[in-house]
């Protein structure tokens, strides 16, 4: 079973934000609008993140592009009452919308913070309507429900589908979440970070690469390529 | 009432209330049911529309439905503090005051439990947590710790009362019709036998030592929803005691609240006297102390070791936008007690009352500088964290406070106000229930 893995490159990173925009295509996040989004209730499961270290004149601008970590030991799943969020077997963890009863244990939980909450029925101008994405497995989720990114695991499986449908053993480069797909630097790596062979495992290996908040032992598969 | 010559003054004490209900009354009970609506209504146009009608956002995801949570469930301790460990060590004032703790702990856990519903995003979906609960989250053990905390409460409520419905059942023969069946019901065929005051002795003190490490208990997992979390300055070993403390701190403060109006409207001056606010004060002074203790405990060996993660939120109670709060929560928790407790004449109920409220209002903002302050800076916080509370949260905070004392209220119209037989029983011994200020402040030989 392959462990899924991301490797993002800050040096090719040009916060263009094309892979916010297009994982909201892919999964069909509501719109805050701009009020709301003021207050801190923007859905943005992948969001590019700026962070200005220092003071002037010894000021640093960055980006982080912040999708979930996908941990190995997730501190989301450990507090769930109901088994909502879980780990599939695929090591992505991800949410049963059905079953989550919108205490937010787990967003305060998760020290990230990449856990989104549904404040009110999710809403889109009829233009952006329109262009909703027709797969049931990112149907628009109700109010009162926790929300985040899964890896586009919906095209996880429509790539072992059509794999099966062609009658060929499913590869991981048959895989690749809408961000990665979308990124206009080749920023991101995806794949298999138990296949030693593959790009995402060697980068993962590289002098540069960090996680977020390693120290707490929550093993996320998200690398960063530090700036050099 | 001329057809019952035979009551005592403590049966026409405890009857009175129950047989008569004053305007004044009825206008504190609609005045409290405006504000129960006026919460209701706040939450049904929350349950409509979704939580965005709170002030809630990322990364403060819980508010002050979790701040009123931990602290209804705080004061709960109230009645298990006063009835089961005072019963436990024999202490004999406690007989008249007895009743009034234990009704709060009922009340209170009620109120406790309704925060979290309120909070949830899914209420419709509440038996997910029976069907799918999971015991590795610390959301169950508070599911699980609060129930079985409710249930041994009421029972523990209930069975001093058996007694007391019986002597309602066969001495207030003029009742209204509900009532004789409420009390003959409740009574259980109770003859007060020698045997069955045994068998109801010997139960009472069993749950009393049931009750304390249960109470202990959940006031610790409570405790652990936050201290289980890796957030800053909620992981941390000190929440458990701290919150024990702090529970039992608040929750004397709120039982001479309410100890104090009742012993007022209802005329209880014979039955709760400067004993009771003589002992009970110096309890709530020395909680006082333990909560200084803690409270230098948590934030000095934060501000020395200055972790950034923890230093950011410690900053933010301490020097930051919260230091108006927390400065004001040290006055109202520390300062006030001692200024007022330290001396005898301030153990009085002008006096044990002011403190009270001030401890109330204290403990209700600690709660509230417990889960903010962790949540606005987060471990990885690019941009802090912005909290205010909307007319929504305000609105079901009042109306819940509302809730509390209406049902309080609603209950010693129909339930008597003290353990009629428990009281009698340490008259009989030659006790005194009211002892005069001239007598030693403390005295070890009471039960």
């Known amino acids: ?228 | 009432m001329s057809d019952q010559p035979e009551l005592s003054d403590l049966e026409r004490t405890v009857f009175s209330p129950l047989q008569k209900t004053s305007l004044g009354f009825w206008m504190v009970l609609a005045a409290l049911g405006a504000l129960v609506l006026w919460g209701a209504l706040a939450y049904a146009i929350q349950l409509r529309d979704g939580l965005g009608v709170t002030g809630l956002d990322r990364p403060v995801y819980w508010g002050i439905y979790l701040t009123n949570f931990v602290f209804f469930t705080g004061i709960s301790m109230a009645g298990t503090l006063i009835s089961a460990i005072l019963r436990v060590t024999q202490a004999g004032w406690r007989r008249s005051i007895t009743r009034i703790a234990e009704a709060i702990t009922a009340f209170a856990l009620m109120l406790g439990a309704l925060q979290i519903l309120i909070d949830m995003g899914r209420v419709d979906r509440l038996l997910n947590v029976l069907v799918f609960g999971r015991f590795q989250s610390p959301m169950l053990w508070d599911f699980t710790c609060i129930g079985a905390y409710f249930l041994s409460s009421v029972f523990y409520l209930y069975l001093p009362l058996i007694p007391d419905m019986a002597r309602l059942r066969d001495k207030w023969t003029g009742a209204p019709r509900w009532r004789r069946w409420l009390y003959r019901v409740l009574a259980l065929g109770w003859r007060g036998t020698a045997e069955q005051f045994r068998r109801l002795e010997k139960l009472i003190a069993i749950m009393a030592i049931v009750l304390i490490p249960t109470a202990a208990l959940v006031h610790t997992v409570v405790s652990w929803l936050f201290g289980m979390t890796l957030e800053p300055m909620w992981h941390s070993t000190i929440f458990g005691p701290y919150f024990i403390v702090g529970a039992i701190f608040s929750g004397i403060a709120l039982l001479f609240i309410f100890m104090t109006l009742l012993r007022r409207a209802w005329h209880l001056e014979n039955y709760i006297g400067d004993k009771q606010y003589n002992y009970l004060g110096l309890l709530l002074l020395a909680m006082s102390a333990f909560w200084i203790y803690f409270t230098l405990a948590e934030n000095l060996t934060t501000f020395y070791g200055a972790v950034a993660d923890e230093m950011n939120v410690d900053a933010a109670k301490l020097l930051g936008s919260f230091s108006p709060l927390f400065w004001g929560m040290i006055v109202l928790n520390a300062v006030v007690p001692f200024a007022i407790l330290v001396w005898r004449r301030g153990r009085t109920p002008l006096g044990t009352f002011v403190v009270s409220v001030s401890v109330v209002i204290g403990m209700w903002l600690e709660r509230f500088l417990i889960v903010i302050p962790s949540l606005t800076r987060p471990r990885l916080a690019f941009d802090v964290g912005i909290y205010q509370p909307t007319m929504t949260e305000v609105a079901i905070t009042v109306g819940s406070f509302a809730l509390l004392a209406l049902l309080y209220l609603a209950f010693f119209k129909i339930f008597p106000i003290m353990a009629m037989w428990e009281v009698e029983e340490a008259v009989g011994s030659g006790q005194r229930i009211v002892i005069s200020d001239r007598e030693p402040a403390l005295q070890p030989s009471v039960h």
């Open chain 1, 1 to 228: 079973m392959p462990r899924w893995g991301m490797v993002i490159d800050l040096d090719k990173c040009s916060a263009c934000q094309a892979c916010t925009v297009a994982c909201r295509m892919e999964n069909n996040t509501p719109v805050a609008g701009p009020a709301q989004a003021a207050q801190g209730r923007a859905i943005l499961w992948n969001e590019v993140i700026p962070s200005v270290e220092g003071e002037y004149p010894n000021v640093k601008m960055r980006f982080i592009p912040r999708p979930c970590m996908q941990c190995d030991d997730p501190p989301c799943v450990k507090v769930c009452p109901v088994q909502a969020t879980y780990k599939n077997e695929d090591g992505i963890v991800l949410i049963d919308y059905d079953r989550c009863i919108g205490c937010r244990f787990c967003t305060v939980a998760c020290p990230y913070t990449v856990r989104y909450f549904n404040w009110f029925e999710p809403q889109w101008s009829p233009e952006l309507r329109a262009h909703l994405n027709p797969d049931p497995e990112v149907a628009p989720r109700p109010k009162g429900i926790v929300e985040k990114c899964t890896f586009c695991i919906q095209r996880l499986h429509k790539a072992k589908q059509a794999a099966q449908d062609a009658g060929r053993v499913f590869q991981a480069s048959d895989y690749v979440p809408a961000c990665v797909e979308t990124c206009t630097e080749r920023a991101r790596y995806f794949g298999d970070l138990d296949d030693p062979t593959s790009l995402v495992a060697q980068l993962a290996k590289s002098p540069r690469a960090v996680r977020l908040l390693e120290e707490l032992g929550t093993q996320p598969k998200v690398f960063y390529l530090r700036e050099g």
